[in-house]
Nanobody
Framework: QVQLVESGGGLVQPGGSLRLSCAAS????????VGWYRQAPGKQRELVAG???????SYPDSVKGRFTISRDNTKNTVYLQMNSLRPDDTAVYYC??????????????WGQGTQVTVSS
């Protein structure tokens, strides 16, 4: 069992930044890949960033160059730095593990989600 707790969401103006955190309860969390997903009302869930245990990262075109995923294995935490936020980034953001490169299906464990609202 892995418990994931997201934090860092909130209300931000267009063009602003937020950093989300995903803290894991499990030791040796560093051996797992982690994905950040988001789901907006009426839309399908989508992957916005993934990081492997080795630190390789993956992003869809919609966020490439604006979002950065990173991990601090000493703190069992994965981060999502979001810059140049737009209103269409508004969604509930979830972290997920184990995330596997190239696997369209998410892993078994989800956090509770954190709301990100981009609005003026």
């Amino acid at each position: 069992q892995v418990q994931l707790v997201e934090s860092g969401g909130g209300l931000v103006q267009p063009g602003g930044s937020l950093r989300l955190s995903c803290a894991a309860s499990k030791t040796r969390f560093n051996i797992y890949g982690v994905g950040w997903y988001r789901q907006a009302p009426g839309k399908q869930r989508e992957l916005v960033a993934g990081i492997t245990s080795g630190g390789s990262t993956s992003y869809p075109d919609s966020v490439k160059g604006r979002f950065t995923i990173s991990r601090d294995n000493t703190k069992n935490t994965v981060y999502l730095q979001m810059n140049s936020l737009r209103p269409d980034d508004t969604a509930v953001y979830y972290c997920n593990t184990p995330w596997r490169w190239g696997d369209p299906d998410p892993g078994a464990y989800w956090g509770q989600g954190t709301q990100v609202t981009v609005s003026s």
